[in-house]
T-cell receptor
Framework: EAQVTQNPRYLITVTGKKLTVTCSQN?????MSWYRQDPGLGLRQIYY???????DKGDVPEGYKVSRKEKRNFPLILESPSPNQTSLYFC??????????????FGEGSRLTVL | GENVEQHPSTLSVQEGDSAVIKCTYS??????FPWYKQELGKRPQLIID?????GEKKDQRIAVTLNKTAKHFSLHITETQPEDSAVYFC????????????FGKGTLLTVNP
């Protein structure tokens, strides 16, 4: 089954404790992206990756890191989480094609709480 | 960069009525406009999209219209049903090599039986 898988789905952590949210897709998509969703703010892009070893900042990259060593995986790293990073995180991928061909396939989301 | 405004933020309708959600965008280079539906506790999923060379697109009870001159596009849902209750996001993209997709803040649609 074609899917984007995120882990963990739920996490409560404390300020400063490094954590990684994993994202894996089995559709051979080149493009992958991370979004955070906050009430009243919609979906905001954190980082994206056009392909292996190619990553770039989105609209809200502060406090986050990413890596793309394999096509299928795109982990999101919070080196020193802070309470303002409490949010619902979505990983998404897009099939190759023309730039304007668009459907994003989202993972199920990871709800992160930083105390 | 692109800015997408979405209205209303909440919308309540009676079952069987129509619902309209409107979005405006700022970047005249944007040429792709998808709509995503997010049911409670679920992931966003694409329901319909439109490209700039088309003024209207329909898929059963949902339709999207685009006015490039005014830089706005709208989602129309007819004969609403309780299962249409969800958060709807519009988005805009200028395509390009980085596929930058900017989302609106979302509309919570509630369809009352």
């Amino acid at each position: 089954e074609a899917q984007v898988t995120q882990n963990p789905r739920y996490l409560i952590t404390v300020t400063g404790k490094k954590l990684t949210v994993t994202c894996s897709q089995n559709m051979n998509h080149e493009y992958m992206s991370w979004y955070r969703q906050d009430p009243g703010l919609g979906l905001r892009q954190i980082y994206y990756s056009m392909n292996v070893e190619v990553t770039d900042k989105g609209d809200v990259p502060e406090g986050y890191k990413v890596s793309r060593k394999e096509k299928r995986n795109f982990p999101l790293i919070l080196e020193s989480p802070s309470p303002n990073q409490t949010s619902l995180y979505f990983c998404a991928s897009r099939p190759p094609g023309k730039p304007t061909t668009g459907e994003l396939f989202f993972g199920e989301g990871s709800r992160l709480t930083v105390l | 960069g692109e800015n997408v405004e979405q209205h209303p933020s909440t919308l309540s309708v009676q079952e069987g009525d129509s619902a309209v959600i409107k979005c405006t965008y700022s970047d005249s280079a944007s040429n792709y406009f998808p709509w995503y539906k997010q049911e409670l506790g679920k992931r966003p999923q694409l329901i319909i999209d439109i490209r700039s060379n088309v003024g209207e697109k329909k898929d059963q009870r949902i339709a999207v219209t685009l006015n490039k001159t005014a830089k706005h596009f709208s989602l129309h849902i007819t004969e609403t049903q309780p299962e249409d209750s969800a958060v709807y996001f519009c988005a805009a993209s200028s395509g390009g090599s980085n596929y930058k997709l900017t989302f609106g803040k979302g509309t919570l649609l509630t369809v009352n039986p």
